[in-house]
C-alpha cells in the first residue's frame, strides 16, 4: 500500500512543478540597458495594457515596424529616449509618458494647438484687486454682480469637508455660484467625488469604468457603473444655478468632474472644449530603469461615451478668452458666465 | 529596561500555554533574514531582490484525544521585505502575514531510533501586500489566501558530545482554497468604488502553487533550546493574466521550549509520562 502513496506524491510534486514553469514572466535580457530590449520592453507593455488603440484607431504593430528599425545597439540612451518618446506620441495621449533620469517625454500637443483661454492674473488683478480667499488649495470671493467665484486649480489638492462648508457659507448669499476650473488638469478621483457631492441631494450617477481584463487589445471588462453620494447631513450643499468655467487644459480628473457636473439641471458648462484625458494611468518600467505611464482604464460618462477626446461646452455657452478685451483687463469668458448667471 | 521587562512578561506569558494532562507545549520564537526575490507584472514586468526579515512563532503540542499518534501545531509567520529592480532606483516593499494550524499522524520508527516522522493536514491564512512607489495608481498588490493542504515533518533527535540536538525539516504545501487576484489591469480605485465581482478565485498548485520549507535545530541547553535554521518561502501564481513570484530564503535563529502549566491544586496533573509533540 505504501507504493501508491509515495507514486501520487512524487506525481503530485512533478505535476506542480511542470505548472509552475506555465506561469511565465516577461525574459529580461543580460544587459539591463539595451537599446532593443528595452523599446521592446515599452512597445510590449502599451501593447498588453493600453486601452484606446481601437478607440483611437492605432494599429501598434505598425508602429512598431516604423519605430523599431530606428533603434540600434549603438546608440545612447537619449537616443534611445527620442526614439521611444516618438513612438509614445502616436497614441496622442496626455496621460502617456516615460520618465528618464534626464529627462520626462509628453506629449503636448492635446492642448497646445488649442488657445490657452486663461489668465490667472487678469482675474485676480482686474477681478478681484488680489483680494481672495484661499483654503485648502482653493481659491475663492464674491464678484461685484453679487456671483461667488470658486477657483480649483488642481485635483490634487485634497479637499477639506470644512473648508468647503466655508467656502460655500461664504458664497451662500449669492444669485449663482462659477466654478473655474480652466488650467485644472486633474489629480485625484477621490476630490473630484467630494467636490460634486455639494451639488447633489441623491445618490448620482457618475459614469462607467472598465478595465482590461487581459493582454488582448479588445480584452475589456463590462462597463461598471459608479456613482456619487450627495455630501452628509449637516454639511452645506449648493442647489442655485451654477457655472463650471473650463479650457482645453482641463484634464483628466477635470474633465471627469466637467463630464459629471454637466448632467445637472442647474450647472452649465462654459468656455472651450476640454482636454479629455479619461483614461486613468497605469505605471510600469523598463529594465533600464525607466519609468512609463499610460492610460488603461477607460472612464465613460453616464451615457456610456468616451470622453478622452473632450468635453464640449453646454450649447450656447462656447466661448474663448477675447485677446482685446484682456487687455482692457476683461475676461470675456468669466464675463460671460457672469452674464449667463445674472439672466 | 522596562521595555525588556514588558516584553520578557509578553514573552512569558505566550511560550506557555496552558498544558493539562502531560502534554506539554512546545513553543518557539524565531528571527528570520536572508535574501528574497520578488516579482508581479500587476506592478512591474521586472524581478526585484532584496532583503527578507521576519518573525515566526510556532506551537507544537501533542493532541488530547490521541496524544502519542496525534499532534498540532500552530505557526504565525510575519515577514518584511525591500527590493530593488535591476537597476537600483526603485524600491518595491512586502510585508505580510502567514498563519497556519495543522493536525499531524506521526509515525516512530523503529529501525531509527531518534528518528520520527508525521504528516497531517494545514489550514492557512496568506495575507500580505507588496508596495511599488513609483507606481501612481497602482502601487499596491495585496495577496491573501485562505487554503488546506498538506504538511510533513521528520524530527531525528540526537546528541553532539552531551548537547541533545533535534533536527527536523517540515515542508508544507498548500492544495485547495480561496485567493484574491485582481483583474488583469483593474485599479484598486475601481474595487473601492464598488467592483468586487471577479475578485475571489479558486487557488490550487495550478495557478497558486506555494512551498514551505523550514529547516531547524534545537540544541537544548537544559530546559531552553537555541534554535538555528533555514526557512523558505516559493509561491509561483497565474491568476487573470498576472504573473506573481516570490522566493525568500532566510537563516532562522530563536529560542524554544518545552513548557508544562501545573494546577496548583493538583487536579489537571496526569500522573502518566509527558508526551512530547515535538522532542
Not at chain 2, 17 to 38: K, M, N, Q
Not at chain 2, 93 to 122: E, F, I, K, N
Not at chain 2, 135 to 148: C, D, F, I, Q, Y
Request: hydrophobic content about 40%; proline content about 6%; overall charge negative.
Amino acid at each position: 500500500m505504501r507504493l501508491p502513496y509515495l507514486t501520487i506524491i512524487a506525481l503530485t510534486t512533478i505535476a506542480s512543478i511542470a505548472l509552475t514553469a506555465c506561469h511565465d514572466l516577461p525574459e529580461m535580457p543580460d544587459n539591463p540597458s539595451d537599446p532593443a530590449s528595452n523599446f521592446d520592453q515599452l512597445w510590449t507593455i502599451l501593447d498588453e495594457h493600453y486601452c484606446f488603440f481601437a478607440q483611437k484607431d492605432v494599429d501598434w504593430d505598425e508602429v512598431y515596424k516604423l519605430y523599431s528599425i530606428r533603434v540600434s545597439p549603438e546608440m545612447s540612451q537619449e537616443e534611445l529616449f527620442d526614439v521611444c518618446a516618438a513612438m509614445l506620441d502616436e497614441l496622442q495621449d496626455g496621460h502617456t509618458n516615460l520618465s528618464a533620469p534626464f529627462n520626462t517625454s509628453y506629449y503636448r500637443a492635446w492642448w497646445s494647438d488649442y488657445p490657452q483661454n486663461y489668465d490667472q492674473r487678469l482675474v485676480e488683478q482686474h477681478y478681484f484687486n488680489f483680494n481672495y480667499r484661499s483654503v485648502g488649495g482653493i481659491d475663492y470671493g464674491m464678484l461685484p454682480q453679487n456671483i461667488g467665484y470658486v477657483r480649483y486649480p488642481s485635483f490634487s489638492y485634497a479637499i477639506g469637508e470644512s473648508n468647503l462648508d466655508y467656502v460655500l457659507a461664504y458664497c451662500a448669499t449669492a444669485s449663482g455660484l462659477i466654478i473655474d476650473i480652466r488650467d485644472n488638469g486633474g489629480g485625484s478621483m477621490s476630490n473630484v467625488g467630494t467636490l460634486v457631492s455639494r451639488f447633489i441631494s441623491t445618490p448620482t450617477p457618475a459614469g462607467y469604468i472598465m478595465h482590461k481584463t487581459g493582454p488582448g487589445h479588445d480584452d475589456f471588462s463590462e462597463p461598471f457603473a459608479y456613482s456619487y453620494n450627495p455630501a452628509a447631513e449637516g454639511r452645506i450643499r449648493w442647489s442655485k444655478p451654477v457655472v463650471v468655467l473650463v479650457n482645453r487644459s482641463t484634464y483628466s480628473a477635470a474633465n471627469n468632474f466637467v463630464s459629471v457636473m454637466r448632467q445637472l439641471p442647474q450647472v452649465s458648462i462654459v468656455g472651450a472644449r476640454t482636454g479629455g484625458g479619461s483614461g486613468m494611468p497605469f505605471n510600469s518600467e523598463l529594465s533600464n530603469g525607466w519609468g512609463v505611464r499610460f492610460s488603461a482604464c477607460s472612464v465613460l460618462d453616464t451615457e456610456g461615451r468616451s470622453t478622452e477626446a473632450g468635453i464640449d461646452p453646454s450649447p450656447g455657452c462656447a466661448v474663448d478668452l477675447d485677446a482685446m478685451q484682456a487687455l482692457e483687463g476683461r475676461d470675456s469668458m468669466l464675463d460671460f458666465a457672469i452674464n449667463l448667471l445674472l439672466k | 529596561m522596562e521595555t525588556i521587562r514588558r516584553l520578557s512578561v509578553i514573552i512569558a506569558m505566550l511560550l506557555p500555554i496552558v498544558a493539562y494532562g502531560g502534554r506539554p507545549v512546545t513553543s518557539a520564537f524565531s528571527i528570520e533574514a536572508g535574501a528574497s526575490r520578488i516579482s508581479d507584472t500587476y506592478l512591474s514586468p521586472l524581478p526585484y531582490h532584496g532583503w527578507h526579515t521576519g518573525l515566526d512563532y510556532e506551537r507544537f503540542q501533542a493532541m488530547r484525544h490521541n496524544p502519542e499518534r496525534c499532534i498540532m501545531r500552530l505557526n504565525i509567520n510575519a515577514t518584511l521585505d525591500r527590493t530593488l529592480n535591476p537597476a537600483g532606483n526603485a524600491a518595491m516593499w512586502q510585508a505580510g502575514v502567514d498563519a497556519s494550524w495543522a493536525m499531524m499522524w506521526r509515525w516512530t520508527l523503529r529501525w531509527t531510533p531518534g528518528l520520527r516522522v508525521a504528516a497531517g493536514g494545514m489550514a492557512d491564512l496568506d495575507a500580505g501586500a507588496l508596495y511599488l512607489s513609483r507606481n501612481g495608481n497602482n502601487p499596491v498588490s495585496a495577496r491573501a489566501a485562505v487554503t488546506l493542504g498538506l504538511t510533513a515533518m521528520a524530527t531525528w533527535s540526537t546528541r553532539i558530545g552531551r548537547l541533545p540536538v533535534t533536527v527536523r525539516y517540515q515542508p508544507s504545501m498548500p492544495i485547495i482554497g480561496a485567493c484574491f487576484s485582481p483583474a488583469y489591469g483593474e485599479l484598486y480605485y475601481e474595487m473601492a468604488l464598488g467592483n468586487r465581482s471577479g475578485l475571489v478565485h479558486v487557488a490550487w498548485p495550478g495557478n497558486r502553487f506555494v512551498i514551505k520549507n523550514l529547516l531547524t535545530a534545537d540544541l537544548r541547553f537544559g530546559a531552553t533550546a537555541l534554535r538555528i535554521g533555514y526557512s523558505g518561502k516559493f509561491i509561483s501564481g497565474k491568476i487573470n493574466d498576472i504573473v506573481t513570484r516570490y522566493a525568500s530564503h532566510s537563516v532562522t535563529v530563536g529560542v524554544s521550549g518545552e513548557w508544562i502549566s501545573l494546577d496548583p491544586r493538583g487536579r489537571n496533573r496526569s500522573s502518566t509520562p509527558d508526551i512530547s509533540a515535538y522532542y
